[in-house]
């Protein structure tokens, strides 16, 4: 069932607390989002309670969102959201409640001081349920061995990249507002995709990604290569930024992951633009586009092979990524869970947009536990990677740790 209403006069933040209040009370699972570049925020809703479990040939879907965890699983099966529900709006207009369908609406004639309340018990309630991560201990030493480790593994020619992550516990305060904090972070990261999800004891995200891992609409299939790192400064930050021997290199190293994975399944006739700065939040990074037109390579499964085979990428795992990921598995000492993963919208109005679970957060009740990590090559310095994770555990935690007004 979809729905697209033109809104006027209720605020935005009230349609979120609308919606998210629908989503917690219903039982089951549901997800909100805003693709980059976009003024449209979507929303859908299972109210199935059992989590659905799929595989990856998500061109045999039907309309729904996709949650697949960063660690390799033998079944490869990905965490599915149907579309059972599904509403959007378009950001930059007013909203009424009028307009809102029948089945979003409270059942109880509520203030929107009390659905407040209401979403940040639920929000605290349900996600106490989650899968519990088992969490490396905070200490800024833990992840500057890790580095110094990988370094030297890297020096020993064992491995070419490693992408070591850390979490950061924080706490959620009493009168956190779980619709006004996704709306300033839609405001503040027009670049990204910004997202919430809930699934029943599995968990409860919300996070702001930069990284596209494929796109597919129409006849042509959309991938990204996103590496390097380094702070917005300045009026033109765009302009001035200067790259390092080391953040080119880490960039040149997913570059060519992807056209590995290309080569695999005989695929040369591809588009490459790049690599450019972008700005995301209050980073910059380098990125690479590939494009691919499936009509003229005759390749239909092309978005679903490509998934199987960049996840999990360079960029959040390493290069060979087999030792990669056999090394933070090893070495990194928590579960990754959802963070460097993949998530996104599949097969909605025909279009499928999955991206790499990044800039994350997770909710555990009281708590929410924020994810990042530094790419790590042969010239990495721990410090300055242990900067770099600071940097971006603020792009989400500063809106949650905010007390609202």
């Known amino acids: 069932m979809n729905e697209t209403a033109s809104l006027t006069g209720t605020t935005q933040s009230e ?20 693709k980059p570049l976009s003024k449209k925020l979507e929303f859908l809703l299972d109210d199935q309670e059992i989590p659905y479990k799929v595989d990856l040939a998500f061109e045999e879907l039907p309309a729904g ?8 699983q033998e079944d490869k099966k990905a965490y599915f959201i149907k579309s059972n529900r599904y509403f959007s709006f378009i950001l930059d207009q007013e909203t009424v409640k009028e307009d809102l369908p029948e089945w979003v609406k409270s059942s109880e004639d509520q203030s929107l001081t009390s659905i407040k309340a209401t979403i940040n018990h639920l929000v605290r309630k349900k996600s106490e349920a989650s899968c519990s991560e088992n969490l490396q201990a905070d200490e800024k030493s833990h992840f500057m061995r890790l580095v110094q480790h990988g370094v030297e593994a890297i020096d020993a020619g064992k491995l070419e990249k490693v992408v070591p992550a850390r979490t950061k516990l924080i706490s959620v305060p009493e009168n956190f507002d779980l619709g006004n904090a996704l709306l300033q972070m839609l405001q503040a990261y027009p670049n990204s995709f910004v997202n919430f999800f809930h699934i029943p004891k599995v968990g409860t995200w919300i996070g702001a990604s930069p990284e596209t891992l494929i796109k597919t609409g129409g006849d042509h299939f959309y991938t990204m290569a996103l590496a390097g790192t380094q702070k917005a400064i300045g009026e033109h930050p765009l302009k001035s930024a200067a790259w390092t021997q080391k953040e080119i290199e880490e960039q040149a190293l997913v570059c060519r992951y992807i056209v590995d994975c290309f080569k695999k399944i005989r695929l040369r006739e591809y588009e490459e633009h790049g690599p450019k700065t972008i700005m995301a939040g209050n980073l910059l990074h380098l990125r690479t586009d590939f494009k691919v037109d499936m009509k003229a390579t005759r390749f239909p499964q092309l978005g679903s092979v490509m998934l199987d085979l960049l ?18 598995q090893e070495n990194e000492g928590f579960d990754r869970s959802f963070f460097a993963g993949f998530l996104g919208p599949v097969n909605i109005e025909g279009e499928t947009s999955i991206f790499v679970n990044l800039r994350t957060a997770s909710f555990k009740g009281e708590k929410a536990i924020l994810y990042a990590g530094a790419g790590v090559t042969e010239d990495s310095d721990p410090e300055k990677e242990w900067e770099e994770t600071e940097l971006k555990c603020q792009i989400i935690g500063k809106f949650i740790q905010t007390p609202s007004t």
């Open 15 to 34: 349609i979120l607390d609308f919606l998210f209040l629908k989503g917690f009370t219903s039982g089951g699972s549901f997800a909100i989002w805003r």
């Open 65 to 72: 969102f996709i949650v697949h965890p960063f660690a390799d």
């Open 311 to 328: 996840h999990p990428t360079s960029a959040v795992c390493g290069m060979p990524r087999k030792e990669a990921h056999e090394f933070l």
